[in-house]
């Protein structure tokens, strides 16, 4: 269905440069990934794929998916020297190329670390036009485009918990845009992802964290 156009897909995003798409999505990419994490990395190897790893790093791919993860935004003048930040910070950062075999050639998975020793993998595609998509958190396919706040909530596959978070939720006065929810089998570890039409505040993030059988909820800002 056709939708009205707007002036960013005229001219593009204001963004330090040279490519929407392997730069200001690769921005966006690291963003993301910071923000589901839930904190900065001390750790990141990043696997680089298709054209991402052909010619990613001659577009400043490298350097924007790092500044990302510093949460750098797109028209940070200091995505330049992401790089050089990151060794002043003590973030080690590892790029290795690879073969995610059908995936978007803008792709990128990021094996984190922060500092308490949580470790995360979440994978994203840049689109072009600095539009992007989170497509697997750990074993879970997902689909977070940063285009509005989204709760990640991890839980126990238990009958209840999914409605508990929806009250939660409503009680808090936050409209749900969209939501989904993915197993690894009946039972055992699940994935919630909530869309909101506007960040849910912390009392509200409190009474989601209560429901019984969430183990743990992040909230992943618009980028």
């Not at 707007?6 to 730069?23: A, E, Y």
């Not at 989204?150 to 009958?159: E, N």
């Not at 006065?173 to 919630?192: F, H, V």
Request: some cysteine; glycine content about 12%.
């Amino acid at each position: 269905m056709d939708r009205t156009r707007s002036i960013f897909d005229v001219v593009g995003p204001v963004m330090i440069g040279p490519s929407s798409s392997h730069t200001a999505g690769a921005v966006r990419l690291g963003l993301l990934a910071r923000a589901i994490l839930g904190s900065e990395p001390v750790r990141a190897r990043i696997l680089l794929h298709g054209s991402f790893a052909s010619t990613g790093r001659g577009h400043g791919t490298d350097l924007a998916l790092v500044a990302g993860l510093m949460g750098m935004h797109i028209d940070d003048p200091g995505i330049r020297d992401a790089l050089e930040a990151a060794v002043g910070r003590g973030i080690e950062v590892l790029f290795q190329d690879t073969d995610l075999g059908d995936s978007h050639p803008n792709t990128a998975r990021f094996e984190l670390e922060d500092a308490s020793g949580r470790v995360l993998s979440v994978t994203g595609s840049s689109l072009g036009g600095a539009e992007v998509v989170v497509t697997r958190i750990d074993d879970f396919d997902v689909e977070i485009t940063g285009e509005l706040p989204t709760l990640v909530v991890s839980h126990t596959d238990r009958p209840g918990v999914i409605a508990g978070v929806t009250a939660a939720l409503a009680e808090g006065g936050c409209n749900i845009a969209t939501m989904s929810d993915s197993r690894e089998r009946r039972g055992k570890r699940a994935l919630m992802l909530v869309q909101t039409d506007a960040p849910v505040p912390a009392d509200v993030m409190g009474r989601v964290a209560g429901v019984h059988d969430v183990a743990e909820i992040r909230s992943v800002p618009a980028v």
